[in-house]
């Protein structure tokens, strides 16, 4: 459990950072990126691998790098479940990711 709480303030920690440095990502808030980390978590823990199981033939097909797209997939979902966070273009949601 404590691992879990520690993984979800890094990742919103990250956000937050990176909400800072990089232009096309806007967090209002420190809360909001907590709340951020939790999401992608859970999108990671529950969504991630039946989208990837569905795509494993284009992921074999490159050689894995549709795995980046998935990946890259994940935040505007997020983005879309939290509102206050929000990625103004693939270039930025494929930094972030």
């Given at each position: 459990?404590?691992?879990?709480?520690?993984?979800?303030?890094?990742?919103?920690l990250?956000?937050?950072?990176?909400a800072?440095?990089?232009?096309?990502?806007?967090?209002?808030?420190l809360?909001?990126?907590?709340?951020?980390g939790?999401v992608i978590g859970?999108i990671?823990?529950?969504?991630?691998p039946i989208i990837?199981i569905?795509a494993?033939?284009?992921?074999?097909?490159?050689?894995?790098?549709?795995?980046?797209v998935?990946?890259g997939l994940?935040i505007?979902?997020?983005s879309?479940l939290?509102?206050?966070?929000?990625?103004?273009?693939?270039l930025?949601v494929m930094?972030?990711a």
């Amino acid at each position: 459990m404590g691992k879990l709480i520690v993984s979800v303030l890094m990742n919103g920690l990250v956000v937050y950072l990176l909400a800072n440095f990089l232009p096309g990502v806007h967090v209002t808030g420190l809360w909001t990126a907590i709340i951020v980390g939790c999401v992608i978590g859970l999108i990671n823990n529950f969504v991630k691998p039946i989208i990837s199981i569905i795509a494993m033939p284009v992921t074999v097909l490159t050689l894995g790098l549709f795995s980046f797209v998935i990946n890259g997939l994940m935040i505007p979902l997020a983005s879309y479940l939290v509102s206050g966070f929000h990625v103004s273009g693939i270039l930025w949601v494929m930094l972030l990711a």
